[in-house]
């Protein structure tokens, strides 16, 4: 209905922001990463958006890159994901980060947002595990997501990045580094040469 809006910024919160177009003012709840991005109060903006409608309430959501209006709109058709529930996974996670996230089978990631429980941040991976490739990520994240995916089949690769989670690192990006390696060196080499990477990533 509304595809996106384009004014002035009167209002950033916590977790909504207000854009005034030809004199009205639109309320859109967004992630944190949308505050953070969008710009300051008088500011000229542009936000994607999606309307959700319920029997009790119509609400707007806007985002600032179509990349997470795609995610958001992924992540609300997982059973037991609402728009509060995909917004807060949102604000934890930029659509990059979410996309290897599932890729790699990272829940814990996931279950860093708030109100997001185990079953739950296991259900999105499961369910959203082959629908990623609709979410718009660059060209570096989408070979990221291709290696994360790649590494969580099995075989030494899995075995490197259980030794790297055990070591303390994300599931995440143990499997981006393992997965980018080659896959004929022994897992030792896997797990000595993914934590320099690590390493020089922190």
Do not use: H, W
């Not at 660059?138 to 055990?166: F, I, K, P, R, Y």
């Amino acid at each position: 209905m509304i595809y996106n809006l384009c004014g002035t910024l009167t209002v950033s919160d916590v977790n909504f922001i207000v854009i005034e177009c030809g004199g009205v003012g639109f309320k859109c709840f967004t992630t944190l990463n949308t505050v953070q991005e969008i710009g300051k109060t008088g500011d000229k903006v542009n936000v994607f958006t999606y309307l959700s409608v319920r029997e009790d309430a119509m609400d707007l959501y806007g985002f600032a890159s179509r990349a997470e209006l795609d995610a958001f709109k992924l992540l609300i058709t997982v059973s037991g994901i609402g728009p509060k529930a995909a917004v807060s996974i949102l604000s934890e996670l930029s659509p990059d980060r979410l996309a290897v996230s599932i890729a790699s089978g990272d829940a814990k990631a996931i279950m860093k947002a708030q109100g997001v429980g185990k079953k739950t941040a296991e259900r999105v991976v499961l369910e959203l595990k082959d629908k990623m490739g609709s979410i718009a990520v660059s060209s570096s994240v989408s070979q990221a997501v291709n290696d994360a995916a790649a590494v969580s089949s099995g075989g030494d690769c899995a075995e490197a990045v259980e030794a790297l989670v055990a070591l303390g690192y994300s599931q995440s990006d143990a499997a981006v580094v393992v997965g980018a390696m080659d896959k004929s060196l022994s897992v030792d080499d896997m797990i000595r040469q993914g934590l320099k990477q690590l390493a020089k990533n922190l």
